[in-house]
C-alpha cells in the first residue's frame, strides 16, 4: 500500500518509485468511500483480488476514508498491497466529496464505484466495464431492472422511501434506478466535468449522470444484499441532502426554467396564504376592506421571502431594502397589466367567459412580474450570465 499523504514528503528514491508507478496505469480504478466499515473491507478486498486473478481484471482500489479510526489505516497497512491507496480524509467529509476526491486520484481510464459494506457484488464489475466497451457513457448496477432485487427484509418504509426518490430524479433521467450508487463511467467523461462537480449527500451517480449528459446507460441487473456488518450512514439529514441536491441538479438542468417553476410554485402558495388569512380576518371581525388589504400585504411580503430565500437565491448578497421596493413594484406592475388584459379581452369579445380573460389577464401579468423580477430585481452578475445563456438555449 502507497500513503498517499506522505507522497510530498517523500525521498527522491520513493518520488521516482512513484513516478514509475504512476506512469504505469492500471485500466481500472475502483472508488470505494468508507466510514468505519474496517469490518466489511477484508471481505471486500478478498473479493476484488479475485477478480484480479481469475478475470485478470487490471484494477486499482481507492478507499477515500473519513478517518474512521476503526482500524481501516491498521488493516490497509498490514495487507501492504501496491493495487490498494488508502486516503485519510480528515475535511470535507462526506461520500460524495469522497467519492469526488477519489475521482481526481483515479489513474483508470475507466473508473468504478461501489460501497465498502458488500451491498454490491463487486462479480458484476466486468458487465459495468463491457457496457462502456460496447459504447455506453455510463453504466449502473441496478435494483430495478429486471433480474435485480433487494433483500428480502426491506420493510415497507425503505421501500417505499427508495420509490420516492427515485421518483424525484425523474427530471433528469429515465434510468431505474438512478439512486444506485454502484456504477461506472469513462475518466474522460468525468474530466469534462471535474470542475462543475457540486453534490451534497449520497446521490453522486446522479449528479455524474446528470453533468456528463449521459444518454446512453446500461443497467446492469445486481441482487443488493443488506449489509453486511456495521451500521448504515443513512440518515434523515441525508434525506434532507437529497431535496437540495435536486434542487441544485434543477437548476443546473434548466436554469432560468427552474427559477420560472419556483416563482410560480411560491405564487400558488402566497395565493394559499392569501386566502387563508382573508378567511381568518373576515371570521375575527375585521372590516372587509381591511382584511383584504392585510392579506394581500402579507401574502406579498411571504412570497418576496420565499422568492429571495429560494428562486433568485443566487441575488442574496444584494440589498435587501432595494430588491423589496423591485419586487413591490414588479408586482403592481404585473397586476396592473393583469387588470388592462382582462379589461380589454372582456370588453372587445363579449362572447369570452370574464373568467377566461381573467385566466390570460393572470397570465400576462405572471410573466411581466416574473421578467422583471429575474431581469431587474435580482439580477445578480454571476447569475444573469448563466441564466440568460440557458434561456437562449433552450429556445
Ligand atoms: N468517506 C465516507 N464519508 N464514506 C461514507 C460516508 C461518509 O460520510 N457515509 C457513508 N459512507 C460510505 C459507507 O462506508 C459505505 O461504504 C457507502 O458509503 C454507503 O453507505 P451506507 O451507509 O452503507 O449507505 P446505504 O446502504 O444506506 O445506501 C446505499 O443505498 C443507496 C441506494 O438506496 C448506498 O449504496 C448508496 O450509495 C446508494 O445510493
Ligand atoms: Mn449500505
Redesign the pocket.
Known sequence: MRKEHEESTAEPEQKNRSVLQSSLRPEISVI??????AE?LPLLIERLSGLRCKNSMDLELLI???DSRDGTRELIESLSHDWIRLYT?TSD???S??VCEGLKHARGNVIVVM???L??PPESIPELVQALGAGHDFAIGSRYVEGGSTSDDWGTFRQLN?RI?TLLAMPFTKVKDP????FALKRCSYESVAECLDPIG????LELMVKCDCERVKEVPIH?CD?RA?????TLSEQANYIRHIRRLLIHKYGAWSNLAHFLAVGSLGAIVNLGLLTLLIALGFPLKVSIATAIAISMVFNFALNRRFTFASARKDSIATQFCGFIGACSLGALLNYFVTNELAGEFPFLYPQVAALAGIAAGVCVNFMINQFIVFRSEASSAKTNAKLVSSE
Do not use: C, Q, W
Request: no cysteine; glycine share 10%.
Open positions: 470505494v468511500p468508507t466510514y468505519r466499515e466489511n477515500m476514508d473519513d480524509r467529509r462526506g461520500l466529496r469522497a460501497d465498502a459494506d451491498s454490491h427508495s426518490a439512486m444506485s450508487g454502484f449520497y446521490k453522486i451517480g443488493f449489509r456495521g451500521e448504515s450512514k443513512m
